[in-house]
T-cell receptor, first 116, second 115 residues
């Protein structure tokens, strides 16, 4: 069975501060995908990143960076120099890749509030 | 390039009624998945359709059923509505490429309220 834990329920930071959102996962599969999605107040889930379990290389995209550590089953997300527009609920997710089809399991989300 | 669209945006029903939600996938996608998101929770997988067949199903009762049409659009039907069915219903589409499903992209959701 898959499980994703986002222990941080809510985080508040002041604009321009850096913030890290934690994600810990559990799976018995050796091949899986990890994701981060952003959900603004409008409700639509916005895809941010997908990471294959075989690729532990960290990734940076503008102010966003992701740290994947298989040894600790973690896939943490850092926003550098946060902005008010970053305020949203962020979900970490995991999917097994059996038979080529994904069955995505989401965490409970971390609500980020960036205060101007 | 049109993204995933869902209709209606909001819906109010009473207990015992039946509801149908609709989803059109992103252009070029052939797979549709449905999720239920209760307030303050993460999305929960309901089921997935590919080639007009249900391929995978989460832990949801048979009251939840679906359909995929030849144009890849999909419907989610819920019978005998319960108060606990009140939630945001999200549709996600993706493409199966060489037997492997690519990333799922989500629509804006349908907010269902059961009174």
């Amino acid at each position: 069975a898959q499980k994703v834990t986002q222990a941080q329920t809510e985080i508040s930071v002041v604009e321009k501060e850096d913030v890290t959102l934690d994600c810990v996962y559990e799976t018995r599969d050796t091949t899986y995908y990890l994701f981060w999605y952003k959900q603004p107040p409008s409700g639509e889930l916005v895809f941010l990143i997908r990471r294959n379990s075989f690729d532990e290389q960290n990734e940076i995209s503008g102010r966003y960076s992701w740290n994947f550590q298989k040894s600790t089953s973690s896939f943490n997300f850092t926003i550098t120099a946060s902005q008010v527009v970053d305020s949203a609920v962020y979900f970490c997710a995991l999917s097994e890749a059996r038979r080529g089809y994904q069955k995505v399991t989401f965490g409970t989300g971390t609500k980020l509030q960036v205060i101007p | 390039d049109a993204g995933v669209t869902q209709s209606p945006t909001h819906l109010i029903k009473t207990r015992g009624q039946q509801v149908t939600l609709r989803c059109s996938p992103k252009s070029g996608h052939d797979t549709v998945s449905w999720y239920q998101q209760a307030l303050g929770q993460g999305p929960q997988f309901i089921f997935q359709y590919y080639e007009e067949e249900e391929r995978q199903r989460g832990n949801f009762p048979d009251r939840f059923s679906g359909h995929q049409f030849p144009n890849y659009s999909s419907e989610l039907n819920v019978n005998a509505l319960l108060l606990g069915d009140s939630a945001l219903y999200l549709c996600a589409s993706s493409l199966v490429n060489r037997g492997r499903e690519d990333t799922q992209y989500f629509g804006p959701g349908t907010r269902l309220t059961v009174l």
